[in-house]
Protein backbone atom coordinates (compact mmCIF):
# COMPACT_ATOMS: atom_id res chain seq x y z
CA UNK A 1 0.00 0.00 0.00
CA UNK A 2 2.41 2.57 1.37
CA UNK A 3 4.91 1.08 -1.59
CA UNK A 4 2.26 1.31 -4.32
CA UNK A 5 1.32 4.86 -2.95
CA UNK A 6 4.84 6.37 -3.15
CA UNK A 7 5.61 5.13 -6.44
CA UNK A 8 2.24 6.62 -7.95
CA UNK A 9 3.47 9.92 -5.81
CA UNK A 10 6.97 9.70 -7.60
CA UNK A 11 4.88 8.85 -11.44
CA UNK A 12 3.24 12.43 -10.82
CA UNK A 13 6.41 14.25 -9.74
CA UNK A 14 8.57 12.54 -12.65
CA UNK A 15 6.10 14.28 -15.16
CA UNK A 16 5.87 17.74 -13.70
CA UNK A 17 4.22 19.74 -16.28
CA UNK A 18 2.08 16.16 -17.25
CA UNK A 19 0.49 16.46 -13.46
CA UNK A 20 0.37 19.94 -13.34
CA UNK A 21 -1.50 20.23 -16.59
CA UNK A 22 -4.04 17.49 -14.53
CA UNK A 23 -4.38 19.33 -11.49
CA UNK A 24 -4.91 22.91 -13.62
CA UNK A 25 -7.58 21.16 -15.74
CA UNK A 26 -9.87 19.72 -12.18
CA UNK A 27 -8.90 22.58 -10.16
CA UNK A 28 -10.55 24.74 -13.38
CA UNK A 29 -13.96 22.22 -13.15
CA UNK A 30 -14.09 22.26 -9.80
CA UNK A 31 -13.98 26.13 -9.95
CA UNK A 32 -16.50 26.14 -12.03
CA UNK A 33 -18.94 23.96 -10.10
CA UNK A 34 -18.21 25.42 -6.69
CA UNK A 35 -18.63 29.20 -8.17
CA UNK A 36 -21.57 28.16 -10.00
CA UNK A 37 -23.37 26.14 -6.83
CA UNK A 38 -22.65 28.59 -4.12
CA UNK A 39 -24.03 31.43 -6.44
CA UNK A 40 -27.26 29.64 -7.17
CA UNK A 41 -27.66 28.90 -3.46
CA UNK A 42 -26.63 32.93 -2.52
CA UNK A 43 -29.07 33.32 -4.85
CA UNK A 44 -31.92 31.43 -3.85
CA UNK A 45 -31.31 32.26 -0.36
CA UNK A 46 -31.82 36.16 -1.37
CA UNK A 47 -35.13 35.29 -3.47
CA UNK A 48 -36.11 33.28 -0.55
CA UNK A 49 -35.53 35.60 1.60
CA UNK A 50 -36.64 38.88 -0.08
CA UNK A 51 -40.26 37.25 -1.20
CA UNK A 52 -40.75 35.40 1.99
CA UNK A 53 -38.34 35.72 4.76
CA UNK A 54 -39.48 38.58 6.16
CA UNK A 55 -43.17 37.23 5.90
CA UNK A 56 -45.86 34.62 6.87
CA UNK A 57 -44.82 31.24 6.10
CA UNK A 58 -47.93 29.39 7.21
CA UNK A 59 -51.18 31.45 7.86
CA UNK A 60 -54.20 30.17 9.83
CA UNK A 61 -57.72 31.77 8.76
CA UNK A 62 -61.39 31.17 9.46
CA UNK A 63 -62.40 28.90 7.04
CA UNK A 64 -65.36 30.99 6.30
CA UNK A 65 -64.10 34.37 4.38
CA UNK A 66 -64.93 37.90 6.87
CA UNK A 67 -64.96 35.47 10.18
CA UNK A 68 -62.42 36.19 12.79
CA UNK A 69 -60.68 33.04 14.68
CA UNK A 70 -62.02 33.36 18.22
CA UNK A 71 -60.08 32.35 21.04
CA UNK A 72 -56.44 32.47 19.38
CA UNK A 73 -54.73 32.66 22.11
CA UNK A 74 -55.13 28.84 23.02
CA UNK A 75 -54.58 28.05 19.06
CA UNK A 76 -51.61 29.92 19.27
CA UNK A 77 -50.15 27.66 22.27
CA UNK A 78 -51.15 24.69 20.22
CA UNK A 79 -49.34 25.89 17.36
CA UNK A 80 -46.03 26.50 19.55
CA UNK A 81 -45.95 22.64 20.36
CA UNK A 82 -45.55 21.99 16.63
CA UNK A 83 -42.23 21.32 15.10
CA UNK A 84 -40.37 23.75 13.60
CA UNK A 85 -42.65 26.52 13.90
CA UNK A 86 -40.86 29.67 14.98
CA UNK A 87 -42.07 33.36 15.91
CA UNK A 88 -45.99 32.49 15.98
CA UNK A 89 -48.12 35.83 16.33
CA UNK A 90 -51.71 36.91 15.42
CA UNK A 91 -53.19 40.04 13.50
CA UNK A 92 -55.94 41.61 13.61
CA UNK A 93 -56.95 42.87 9.28
CA UNK A 94 -59.20 45.20 7.82
CA UNK A 95 -59.90 47.52 4.58
CA UNK A 96 -59.80 50.71 5.39
CA UNK A 97 -59.69 54.24 4.23
CA UNK A 98 -57.49 57.23 4.96
CA UNK A 99 -59.25 60.42 4.57
CA UNK A 100 -57.46 63.73 3.88
CA UNK A 101 -58.81 66.91 2.61
CA UNK A 102 -61.79 65.15 1.91
CA UNK A 103 -60.67 62.63 -0.18
CA UNK A 104 -60.41 58.91 0.81
CA UNK A 105 -57.54 56.72 0.27
CA UNK A 106 -58.10 53.05 0.29
CA UNK A 107 -55.45 51.17 2.90
CA UNK A 108 -55.38 47.71 4.39
CA UNK A 109 -55.66 47.85 8.45
CA UNK A 110 -53.36 45.96 10.17
CA UNK A 111 -53.11 44.99 14.57
CA UNK A 112 -50.43 44.26 15.99
CA UNK A 113 -48.93 42.82 19.25
CA UNK A 114 -45.89 44.48 17.80
CA UNK A 115 -43.33 42.53 19.94
CA UNK A 116 -45.05 39.33 19.30
CA UNK A 117 -44.79 39.87 15.38
CA UNK A 118 -41.63 41.53 15.40
CA UNK A 119 -39.70 38.07 14.95
CA UNK A 120 -41.54 37.98 11.42
CA UNK A 121 -41.68 41.43 10.33
CA UNK A 122 -38.38 42.68 12.05
CA UNK A 123 -39.94 46.18 12.92
CA UNK A 124 -37.27 47.56 14.97
CA UNK A 125 -35.31 47.20 11.73
CA UNK A 126 -37.60 48.61 9.42
CA UNK A 127 -38.75 51.65 11.13
CA UNK A 128 -36.87 54.28 8.69
CA UNK A 129 -38.28 56.93 11.56
CA UNK A 130 -40.11 57.40 14.49
CA UNK A 131 -41.32 55.05 17.08
CA UNK A 132 -43.22 51.76 16.54
CA UNK A 133 -47.03 53.13 18.29
CA UNK A 134 -46.56 52.84 21.94
CA UNK A 135 -50.66 54.32 22.25
CA UNK A 136 -53.46 53.76 21.23
CA UNK A 137 -54.13 56.21 19.42
CA UNK A 138 -50.91 55.89 17.25
CA UNK A 139 -50.15 54.47 14.10
CA UNK A 140 -47.43 53.83 11.74
CA UNK A 141 -47.06 54.36 7.66
CA UNK A 142 -45.32 52.91 4.90
CA UNK A 143 -42.68 55.33 3.12
CA UNK A 144 -44.53 55.05 -0.43
CA UNK A 145 -47.35 56.67 1.47
CA UNK A 146 -45.60 59.09 3.13
CA UNK A 147 -44.30 60.01 -0.03
CA UNK A 148 -47.50 59.96 -1.95
CA UNK A 149 -49.69 61.90 0.25
CA UNK A 150 -46.85 64.22 1.99
CA UNK A 151 -47.30 62.80 5.53
CA UNK A 152 -44.95 63.64 8.22
CA UNK A 153 -44.06 62.32 11.81
CA UNK A 154 -46.68 63.72 14.50
CA UNK A 155 -49.23 64.80 11.82
CA UNK A 156 -52.75 63.45 12.38
CA UNK A 157 -54.57 61.30 10.09
CA UNK A 158 -58.25 60.18 10.19
CA UNK A 159 -59.18 56.52 9.31
CA UNK A 160 -62.92 55.17 8.55
CA UNK A 161 -62.86 51.09 9.32
CA UNK A 162 -66.21 50.29 8.09
CA UNK A 163 -65.97 46.71 9.87
CA UNK A 164 -66.01 48.17 12.94
CA UNK A 165 -66.98 51.71 12.85
CA UNK A 166 -68.01 54.42 10.52
CA UNK A 167 -67.21 57.42 11.79
CA UNK A 168 -63.58 58.70 10.96
CA UNK A 169 -61.16 58.38 13.98
CA UNK A 170 -58.10 60.02 14.17
CA UNK A 171 -54.30 59.10 14.67
CA UNK A 172 -51.11 59.99 15.26
CA UNK A 173 -48.13 58.98 12.77
CA UNK A 174 -45.80 58.04 15.49
CA UNK A 175 -43.04 56.30 12.90
CA UNK A 176 -42.58 55.46 9.00
CA UNK A 177 -41.60 52.06 8.19
CA UNK A 178 -39.70 50.69 4.94
CA UNK A 179 -41.00 46.77 4.32
CA UNK A 180 -38.29 46.69 1.14
CA UNK A 181 -41.55 46.50 -0.98
CA UNK A 182 -43.17 49.66 -2.44
CA UNK A 183 -46.74 48.18 -2.82
CA UNK A 184 -47.30 47.38 0.75
CA UNK A 185 -45.12 50.17 1.99
CA UNK A 186 -47.78 52.61 -0.12
CA UNK A 187 -50.81 50.12 1.31
CA UNK A 188 -50.31 48.98 4.99
CA UNK A 189 -51.10 50.99 7.63
CA UNK A 190 -50.23 49.78 11.27
CA UNK A 191 -50.94 49.92 15.05
CA UNK A 192 -51.40 47.87 17.85
CA UNK A 193 -54.02 45.57 18.63
CA UNK A 194 -55.17 47.03 21.48
CA UNK A 195 -55.99 50.32 19.59
CA UNK A 196 -58.76 48.40 17.68
CA UNK A 197 -60.26 47.22 20.54
CA UNK A 198 -60.08 50.61 21.99
CA UNK A 199 -62.58 51.50 18.52
CA UNK A 200 -65.19 48.81 19.08
CA UNK A 201 -63.32 45.53 18.20
CA UNK A 202 -65.03 43.02 20.60
CA UNK A 203 -61.51 41.25 22.42
CA UNK A 204 -59.80 38.04 22.07
CA UNK A 205 -60.11 37.97 18.16
CA UNK A 206 -57.95 37.51 15.32
CA UNK A 207 -57.95 37.77 11.44
CA UNK A 208 -54.85 35.46 11.09
CA UNK A 209 -52.45 33.28 12.86
CA UNK A 210 -49.14 33.65 11.52
CA UNK A 211 -45.75 32.00 11.76
CA UNK A 212 -42.37 31.41 10.34
CA UNK A 213 -41.22 27.96 10.34
CA UNK A 214 -36.90 26.79 10.48
CA UNK A 215 -36.96 25.00 7.15
CA UNK A 216 -38.75 26.81 4.71
CA UNK A 217 -39.18 24.19 1.96
CA UNK A 218 -40.71 21.70 4.29
CA UNK A 219 -43.72 24.71 4.91
CA UNK A 220 -46.23 22.49 3.23
CA UNK A 221 -45.65 19.45 5.54
CA UNK A 222 -45.06 21.80 8.48
CA UNK A 223 -48.76 23.16 7.91
CA UNK A 224 -49.94 19.68 7.62
CA UNK A 225 -48.82 19.10 11.42
CA UNK A 226 -50.01 22.84 12.36
CA UNK A 227 -53.50 21.73 11.00
CA UNK A 228 -53.35 17.94 12.74
CA UNK A 229 -52.36 19.84 16.38
CA UNK A 230 -54.92 22.53 16.01
CA UNK A 231 -57.44 19.68 14.90
CA UNK A 232 -60.60 22.17 13.84
CA UNK A 233 -62.48 22.53 10.55
CA UNK A 234 -63.31 25.79 11.08
CA UNK A 235 -59.72 26.92 10.45
CA UNK A 236 -57.72 26.86 7.47
CA UNK A 237 -54.49 26.27 7.21
CA UNK A 238 -52.39 27.99 3.95
CA UNK A 239 -48.28 27.96 3.14
CA UNK A 240 -46.43 29.91 1.43
CA UNK A 241 -45.75 26.83 -1.22
CA UNK A 242 -48.89 26.09 -2.19
CA UNK A 243 -49.91 30.32 -2.58
CA UNK A 244 -46.62 30.99 -4.66
CA UNK A 245 -46.79 27.69 -7.25
CA UNK A 246 -44.79 29.74 -9.37
CA UNK A 247 -42.08 31.27 -7.58
CA UNK A 248 -41.44 27.40 -6.42
CA UNK A 249 -41.36 26.14 -9.77
CA UNK A 250 -39.29 28.56 -10.76
CA UNK A 251 -36.66 28.03 -7.57
CA UNK A 252 -36.78 23.94 -8.87
CA UNK A 253 -35.73 25.15 -11.89
CA UNK A 254 -33.46 27.12 -11.16
CA UNK A 255 -31.87 24.18 -8.99
CA UNK A 256 -32.21 21.74 -11.19
CA UNK A 257 -30.52 23.97 -13.93
CA UNK A 258 -27.45 24.55 -11.37
CA UNK A 259 -26.98 20.48 -10.11
CA UNK A 260 -27.63 20.06 -14.62
CA UNK A 261 -24.06 22.59 -14.95
CA UNK A 262 -22.76 21.25 -11.79
CA UNK A 263 -22.90 17.40 -13.14
CA UNK A 264 -21.68 18.24 -16.47
CA UNK A 265 -18.83 20.09 -15.41
CA UNK A 266 -17.79 17.19 -12.87
CA UNK A 267 -18.43 14.35 -15.75
CA UNK A 268 -16.05 16.29 -18.44
CA UNK A 269 -13.25 16.29 -15.15
CA UNK A 270 -13.71 12.80 -14.88
CA UNK A 271 -13.42 12.04 -18.22
CA UNK A 272 -10.56 14.23 -18.84
CA UNK A 273 -8.89 12.28 -15.58
CA UNK A 274 -9.65 9.13 -17.69
CA UNK A 275 -8.34 9.44 -20.93
CA UNK A 276 -5.01 11.38 -19.16
CA UNK A 277 -4.25 8.74 -16.83
CA UNK A 278 -4.71 6.00 -19.85
CA UNK A 279 -2.13 7.71 -22.06
CA UNK A 280 0.26 7.86 -18.53
CA UNK A 281 0.11 4.16 -18.21
CA UNK A 282 0.90 3.78 -21.92
CA UNK A 283 3.97 6.47 -20.78
CA UNK A 284 4.65 4.28 -17.83
CA UNK A 285 4.32 1.00 -19.53
CA UNK A 286 8.22 -0.31 -19.08
CA UNK A 287 8.02 0.87 -15.65
CA UNK A 288 4.84 -1.22 -14.80
CA UNK A 289 6.27 -4.31 -16.92
CA UNK A 290 9.59 -4.12 -15.00
CA UNK A 291 7.69 -3.66 -11.53
CA UNK A 292 5.49 -6.59 -11.97
CA UNK A 293 8.93 -8.51 -13.14
CA UNK A 294 9.93 -7.84 -9.61
CA UNK A 295 6.70 -9.07 -8.56
CA UNK A 296 4.72 -6.60 -7.75
CA UNK A 297 1.16 -8.18 -7.55
CA UNK A 298 -1.83 -7.17 -10.00
CA UNK A 299 -3.68 -5.47 -6.59
CA UNK A 300 -0.36 -3.08 -6.18
CA UNK A 301 -0.53 -2.11 -9.90
CA UNK A 302 -4.04 -1.45 -9.87
CA UNK A 303 -3.44 0.63 -6.60
CA UNK A 304 -0.54 3.09 -8.13
CA UNK A 305 -3.38 4.00 -10.72
CA UNK A 306 -5.80 4.90 -8.39
CA UNK A 307 -3.66 6.33 -6.09
CA UNK A 308 -2.46 8.62 -8.50
CA UNK A 309 -5.93 9.58 -9.95
CA UNK A 310 -6.99 9.99 -6.20
CA UNK A 311 -3.69 12.42 -5.49
CA UNK A 312 -5.07 14.41 -8.81
CA UNK A 313 -8.21 14.62 -7.47
CA UNK A 314 -7.72 15.45 -4.35
CA UNK A 315 -5.47 18.28 -5.25
CA UNK A 316 -7.22 19.36 -8.30
CA UNK A 317 -10.13 19.29 -5.76
CA UNK A 318 -8.57 21.67 -3.08
CA UNK A 319 -6.96 24.21 -5.35
CA UNK A 320 -10.23 24.42 -7.29
CA UNK A 321 -12.59 24.71 -4.16
CA UNK A 322 -9.50 27.68 -3.09
CA UNK A 323 -9.48 29.39 -6.66
CA UNK A 324 -13.78 29.05 -6.43
CA UNK A 325 -14.02 30.67 -3.07
CA UNK A 326 -11.56 33.66 -4.12
CA UNK A 327 -13.45 34.27 -6.98
CA UNK A 328 -16.87 34.56 -5.17
CA UNK A 329 -15.19 36.78 -2.86
CA UNK A 330 -14.28 39.10 -5.64
CA UNK A 331 -17.80 38.71 -7.08
CA UNK A 332 -19.60 40.07 -3.51
CA UNK A 333 -16.68 42.70 -3.08
CA UNK A 334 -17.05 43.86 -6.85
CA UNK A 335 -20.60 43.33 -7.71
CA UNK A 336 -22.64 45.44 -5.48
CA UNK A 337 -26.79 46.06 -5.57
CA UNK A 338 -27.77 49.65 -5.55
CA UNK A 339 -27.78 49.73 -1.89
CA UNK A 340 -23.76 49.38 -1.51
CA UNK A 341 -23.76 45.70 -0.44
CA UNK A 342 -23.16 42.62 -2.17
CA UNK A 343 -25.85 41.77 -5.38
CA UNK A 344 -25.50 38.34 -3.85
CA UNK A 345 -24.96 37.35 -0.50
CA UNK A 346 -22.76 33.93 -0.43
CA UNK A 347 -22.96 31.78 1.98
CA UNK A 348 -20.15 29.76 1.91
CA UNK A 349 -21.59 26.53 3.51
CA UNK A 350 -18.64 24.12 4.26
CA UNK A 351 -20.49 21.13 3.84
CA UNK A 352 -21.05 22.45 0.00
CA UNK A 353 -17.67 22.39 -0.20
CA UNK A 354 -16.74 19.57 1.44
CA UNK A 355 -19.05 17.71 -0.79
CA UNK A 356 -17.71 19.12 -3.83
CA UNK A 357 -14.09 18.06 -2.77
CA UNK A 358 -15.47 14.45 -1.90
CA UNK A 359 -17.47 14.22 -5.16
CA UNK A 360 -14.64 15.50 -7.23
CA UNK A 361 -11.93 13.04 -5.70
CA UNK A 362 -13.75 10.26 -5.30
CA UNK A 363 -14.99 10.71 -9.46
CA UNK A 364 -11.38 11.06 -9.87
CA UNK A 365 -10.79 8.15 -8.68
CA UNK A 366 -13.25 6.45 -10.28
CA UNK A 367 -12.63 7.76 -13.28
CA UNK A 368 -8.95 6.46 -12.86
CA UNK A 369 -10.30 2.96 -12.17
CA UNK A 370 -10.48 1.77 -15.74
CA UNK A 371 -6.27 2.78 -16.74
CA UNK A 372 -5.55 0.99 -13.60
CA UNK A 373 -7.54 -2.12 -14.68
CA UNK A 374 -5.95 -1.80 -17.88
CA UNK A 375 -1.78 -1.00 -15.79
CA UNK A 376 -2.96 -4.37 -13.70
CA UNK A 377 -3.91 -6.46 -16.45
CA UNK A 378 -0.63 -5.60 -18.99
CA UNK A 379 2.18 -8.51 -19.53
CA UNK A 380 5.61 -8.29 -18.38
CA UNK A 381 6.78 -10.22 -20.90
CA UNK A 382 5.30 -8.08 -23.72
CA UNK A 383 7.05 -5.12 -22.18
CA UNK A 384 10.65 -7.55 -21.90
CA UNK A 385 10.08 -8.54 -25.88
CA UNK A 386 9.39 -5.10 -27.05
CA UNK A 387 12.12 -3.68 -24.96
CA UNK B 1 23.41 -31.29 -6.07
CA UNK B 2 19.78 -30.16 -5.80
CA UNK B 3 17.97 -28.57 -8.88
CA UNK B 4 16.80 -25.40 -9.11
CA UNK B 5 15.22 -25.54 -12.23
CA UNK B 6 13.81 -28.22 -13.69
CA UNK B 7 11.68 -28.12 -17.78
CA UNK B 8 10.11 -30.92 -18.36
CA UNK B 9 8.87 -30.90 -21.94
CA UNK B 10 8.26 -27.51 -22.32
CA UNK B 11 6.54 -26.47 -25.47
CA UNK B 12 5.78 -22.71 -26.64
CA UNK B 13 3.62 -22.00 -29.51
CA UNK B 14 2.96 -18.34 -30.74
CA UNK B 15 0.27 -17.78 -32.79
CA UNK B 16 -3.53 -19.35 -33.70
CA UNK B 17 -3.60 -18.87 -37.05
CA UNK B 18 0.36 -18.71 -37.63
CA UNK B 19 1.63 -20.72 -35.55
CA UNK B 20 5.14 -20.32 -34.31
CA UNK B 21 6.66 -23.35 -32.60
CA UNK B 22 9.43 -21.66 -30.66
CA UNK B 23 10.11 -24.40 -27.95
CA UNK B 24 9.49 -28.01 -28.44
CA UNK B 25 10.04 -30.08 -25.80
CA UNK B 26 12.96 -28.72 -23.58
CA UNK B 27 13.71 -31.07 -20.87
CA UNK B 28 16.31 -29.28 -18.78
CA UNK B 29 18.01 -29.42 -15.55
CA UNK B 30 19.94 -26.49 -13.69
CA UNK B 31 21.77 -27.45 -10.51
CA UNK B 32 21.95 -24.77 -7.92
CA UNK B 33 24.78 -22.57 -7.25
CA UNK B 34 25.79 -23.03 -11.16
CA UNK B 35 26.65 -20.40 -13.64
CA UNK B 36 25.14 -21.36 -16.75
CA UNK B 37 24.73 -20.04 -19.83
CA UNK B 38 22.22 -20.69 -22.93
CA UNK B 39 22.92 -19.59 -26.33
CA UNK B 40 21.55 -20.00 -30.01
CA UNK B 41 20.82 -17.63 -32.42
CA UNK B 42 18.09 -14.95 -32.80
CA UNK B 43 14.78 -16.75 -32.89
CA UNK B 44 15.99 -19.81 -31.58
CA UNK B 45 13.83 -19.63 -28.28
CA UNK B 46 16.48 -18.84 -25.75
CA UNK B 47 15.17 -15.89 -24.42
CA UNK B 48 11.33 -17.41 -24.57
CA UNK B 49 12.51 -20.43 -22.66
CA UNK B 50 14.57 -17.88 -20.30
CA UNK B 51 11.10 -15.84 -19.73
CA UNK B 52 9.18 -19.24 -19.03
CA UNK B 53 11.84 -19.96 -16.20
CA UNK B 54 11.14 -17.05 -14.99
CA UNK B 55 7.54 -17.15 -14.73
CA UNK B 56 6.76 -14.48 -17.54
CA UNK B 57 5.63 -16.42 -19.38
CA UNK B 58 3.27 -19.64 -19.76
CA UNK B 59 4.05 -22.72 -21.48
CA UNK B 60 1.92 -23.94 -24.15
CA UNK B 61 2.30 -27.61 -22.98
CA UNK B 62 4.88 -28.97 -20.33
CA UNK B 63 5.80 -27.78 -17.32
CA UNK B 64 8.58 -25.88 -15.44
CA UNK B 65 9.65 -26.90 -10.91
CA UNK B 66 11.50 -24.00 -9.06
CA UNK B 67 13.03 -25.24 -6.05
CA UNK B 68 10.92 -28.18 -6.74
CA UNK B 69 7.35 -26.17 -7.02
CA UNK B 70 5.70 -26.70 -9.92
CA UNK B 71 4.87 -22.86 -11.71
CA UNK B 72 1.68 -24.13 -13.62
CA UNK B 73 -0.24 -25.21 -10.31
CA UNK B 74 0.20 -21.34 -9.20
CA UNK B 75 -2.19 -18.36 -9.28
CA UNK B 76 -0.94 -15.00 -10.54
CA UNK B 77 -0.07 -13.52 -6.73
CA UNK B 78 1.90 -16.75 -5.98
CA UNK B 79 3.65 -16.37 -9.35
CA UNK B 80 4.37 -12.84 -8.59
CA UNK B 81 5.68 -13.72 -5.03
CA UNK B 82 7.47 -16.38 -6.79
CA UNK B 83 9.64 -13.90 -9.25
CA UNK B 84 9.90 -11.64 -5.82
CA UNK B 85 11.35 -13.92 -3.34
CA UNK B 86 13.07 -16.60 -5.85
CA UNK B 87 14.50 -15.08 -8.97
CA UNK B 88 16.25 -11.90 -10.09
CA UNK B 89 16.08 -10.29 -13.40
CA UNK B 90 19.54 -8.86 -15.67
CA UNK B 91 18.09 -7.67 -19.18
CA UNK B 92 19.67 -5.90 -21.67
CA UNK B 93 18.04 -2.70 -21.02
CA UNK B 94 18.57 -2.05 -17.49
CA UNK B 95 14.62 -1.43 -16.91
CA UNK B 96 15.58 0.45 -13.97
CA UNK B 97 12.87 3.24 -12.81
CA UNK B 98 13.95 6.73 -14.09
CA UNK B 99 11.47 8.04 -11.34
CA UNK B 100 13.76 6.65 -8.22
CA UNK B 101 17.35 6.77 -7.11
CA UNK B 102 20.10 4.32 -7.46
CA UNK B 103 19.32 2.99 -3.63
CA UNK B 104 15.62 3.40 -4.51
CA UNK B 105 15.37 1.39 -7.64
CA UNK B 106 17.72 -1.52 -5.61
CA UNK B 107 15.32 -1.76 -2.32
CA UNK B 108 12.47 -1.49 -4.54
CA UNK B 109 12.11 -5.66 -4.76
CA UNK B 110 12.28 -5.87 -1.08
CA UNK B 111 9.98 -3.42 -0.50
CA UNK B 112 7.47 -4.97 -2.87
CA UNK B 113 7.75 -7.98 -0.76
CA UNK B 114 8.00 -5.90 3.01
CA UNK B 115 6.99 -2.23 1.94
CA UNK B 116 9.67 -0.82 4.45
CA UNK B 117 13.31 -0.83 3.76
CA UNK B 118 15.25 -2.08 7.10
CA UNK B 119 18.26 -1.53 8.67
CA UNK B 120 19.64 -4.43 7.63
CA UNK B 121 18.61 -4.37 4.29
CA UNK B 122 19.85 -1.11 3.49
CA UNK B 123 22.98 -1.98 5.19
CA UNK B 124 23.43 -4.96 2.60
CA UNK B 125 22.57 -2.69 -0.37
CA UNK B 126 25.47 -0.67 0.53
CA UNK B 127 27.81 -3.59 0.77
CA UNK B 128 26.30 -4.30 -2.59
CA UNK B 129 26.83 -1.24 -4.08
CA UNK B 130 30.21 -0.79 -2.88
CA UNK B 131 31.18 -4.18 -4.35
CA UNK B 132 29.99 -2.77 -7.35
CA UNK B 133 32.25 0.44 -6.93
CA UNK B 134 29.15 2.64 -6.60
CA UNK B 135 28.53 3.47 -3.21
CA UNK B 136 29.19 7.26 -4.31
CA UNK B 137 26.52 7.04 -6.84
CA UNK B 138 23.51 5.75 -4.99
CA UNK B 139 21.64 9.08 -4.22
CA UNK B 140 21.88 9.93 -7.98
CA UNK B 141 18.94 10.01 -10.16
CA UNK B 142 19.71 6.67 -11.99
CA UNK B 143 18.86 9.03 -15.45
CA UNK B 144 22.31 10.49 -14.67
CA UNK B 145 25.00 6.95 -14.42
CA UNK B 146 26.36 6.25 -17.63
CA UNK B 147 25.32 2.54 -19.42
CA UNK B 148 27.80 0.17 -17.44
CA UNK B 149 27.15 1.57 -14.29
CA UNK B 150 23.45 1.26 -14.86
CA UNK B 151 23.86 -2.27 -15.51
CA UNK B 152 25.33 -2.73 -12.26
CA UNK B 153 22.63 -1.08 -10.45
CA UNK B 154 20.29 -3.77 -12.60
CA UNK B 155 22.05 -6.76 -11.31
CA UNK B 156 22.38 -5.61 -7.37
CA UNK B 157 18.87 -4.75 -7.64
CA UNK B 158 18.44 -8.54 -8.91
CA UNK B 159 20.21 -9.89 -6.25
CA UNK B 160 19.11 -7.84 -3.64
CA UNK B 161 16.50 -10.48 -2.11
CA UNK B 162 19.19 -13.35 -2.15
CA UNK B 163 17.12 -15.32 -4.70
CA UNK B 164 17.75 -18.67 -6.05
CA UNK B 165 18.24 -17.56 -9.29
CA UNK B 166 19.39 -14.91 -11.11
CA UNK B 167 18.04 -15.33 -15.09
CA UNK B 168 20.23 -12.54 -17.33
CA UNK B 169 18.80 -11.90 -20.84
CA UNK B 170 21.78 -10.50 -22.76
CA UNK B 171 23.26 -8.53 -19.85
CA UNK B 172 26.04 -7.12 -21.98
CA UNK B 173 24.33 -6.89 -25.18
CA UNK B 174 24.56 -3.35 -24.75
CA UNK B 175 27.80 -2.71 -23.69
CA UNK B 176 31.54 -2.22 -24.42
CA UNK B 177 33.75 -5.22 -24.30
CA UNK B 178 35.40 -3.78 -21.25
CA UNK B 179 31.77 -3.49 -19.48
CA UNK B 180 31.51 -6.98 -20.61
CA UNK B 181 34.21 -8.16 -18.47
CA UNK B 182 32.83 -6.08 -15.15
CA UNK B 183 29.66 -6.75 -15.66
CA UNK B 184 30.47 -10.85 -16.34
CA UNK B 185 33.07 -10.67 -13.52
CA UNK B 186 30.65 -9.17 -10.74
CA UNK B 187 27.90 -12.36 -11.88
CA UNK B 188 30.58 -14.47 -11.15
CA UNK B 189 31.89 -13.04 -8.12
CA UNK B 190 28.15 -12.87 -6.92
CA UNK B 191 27.92 -16.40 -7.94
CA UNK B 192 30.30 -17.79 -6.07
CA UNK B 193 29.85 -15.62 -2.53
CA UNK B 194 26.26 -16.29 -2.48
CA UNK B 195 25.65 -18.90 -4.01
CA UNK B 196 23.13 -17.88 -6.34
CA UNK B 197 22.39 -19.56 -9.30
CA UNK B 198 22.85 -17.77 -12.63
CA UNK B 199 21.28 -18.68 -16.41
CA UNK B 200 22.39 -15.92 -18.69
CA UNK B 201 21.32 -16.08 -22.24
CA UNK B 202 23.78 -14.88 -24.87
CA UNK B 203 24.68 -14.55 -27.93
CA UNK B 204 28.32 -13.87 -27.18
CA UNK B 205 30.27 -16.99 -27.18
CA UNK B 206 33.01 -15.07 -25.88
CA UNK B 207 30.91 -14.68 -22.40
CA UNK B 208 29.18 -18.18 -22.98
CA UNK B 209 32.57 -19.95 -22.54
CA UNK B 210 33.32 -18.35 -19.31
CA UNK B 211 30.48 -20.16 -17.90
CA UNK B 212 30.37 -23.82 -16.11
CA UNK B 213 27.65 -25.25 -18.84
CA UNK B 214 26.62 -23.87 -21.94
CA UNK B 215 23.50 -24.71 -23.71
CA UNK B 216 22.75 -24.47 -26.71
CA UNK B 217 18.91 -23.86 -28.41
CA UNK B 218 18.28 -24.28 -31.79
CA UNK B 219 15.07 -24.15 -33.30
CA UNK B 220 13.39 -24.96 -30.31
CA UNK B 221 15.67 -27.75 -28.97
CA UNK B 222 18.98 -28.42 -26.79
CA UNK B 223 21.30 -28.69 -29.67
CA UNK B 224 23.90 -28.62 -27.19
CA UNK B 225 24.64 -29.09 -23.58
CA UNK B 226 28.13 -28.56 -22.78
CA UNK B 227 29.26 -29.43 -19.39
CA UNK B 228 32.89 -28.11 -17.82
CA UNK B 229 34.64 -29.93 -16.19
CA UNK B 230 37.12 -28.50 -13.75
Known amino acids: MKLALEIAWRFLKFSRKQTALIIMGIAVGVTVQVFIGLLMQGLQANIVQSTIGNSAQITVKNAE ?16 TVDGVKNVSHVLEFPAFLRIDESDYSVFLRGFEFNESNGIY ?17 LIIGKELAEKLNLNLEDQISLIIPPIVFLPRTFTISGIFDLGNASLNESWILMKDDSLVEIGLKGNVASTIEMQVDEVFSADKIADNVKKEINDDSLAVFDWKSKNA ?26 TIASILAVSVMNKYKQVGILKAMGID ?33 FELFVKSPSGGPLIAINYD ?4 ILSLSIATVSSSLASIIPSRKAAKLDPVEVIKNG | ?100 SSIENILIPHRIAFSKANKDIVRFANELLDEVNLLNEKDK ?11 RIAIVRALLNKPSIILADEPTGN ?56
Not at chain 1, 122 to 138: H, L, M, Q, V, Y
Not at chain 2, 86 to 95: L, P
Not at chain 2, 187 to 204: A, E, L, P, S
Open chain 1, 65 to 80: TGKYITQYKDIIEKIK
Open chain 1, 246 to 271: ELLSALNGQTISSLLIQIFVLASVSI
Open chain 1, 298 to 330: NTKTFLIFLFQGLILGLTGAALGIILGVSLLIS
Open chain 1, 350 to 353: PMFL
Open chain 2, 175 to 230: LDSENTEIIYKLMRNFNKKYGITFIIVTHDRNVAQMTDRIIEIKDGVINMDLLKTA
Open chain 2, 1 to 100: MDNVVKTNSLEKIYGTTIKTHALRGINLEIKKGTFNAIIGQSGSGKSTLLNMIGALDKPTRGYIEIDGERTDKMNSRQLSKLRNRKIGFIFQFHYLLPEF
Open chain 1, 122 to 138: RFDERISSGNIPSEKNE
Open chain 2, 141 to 151: NITKLSGGQQQ
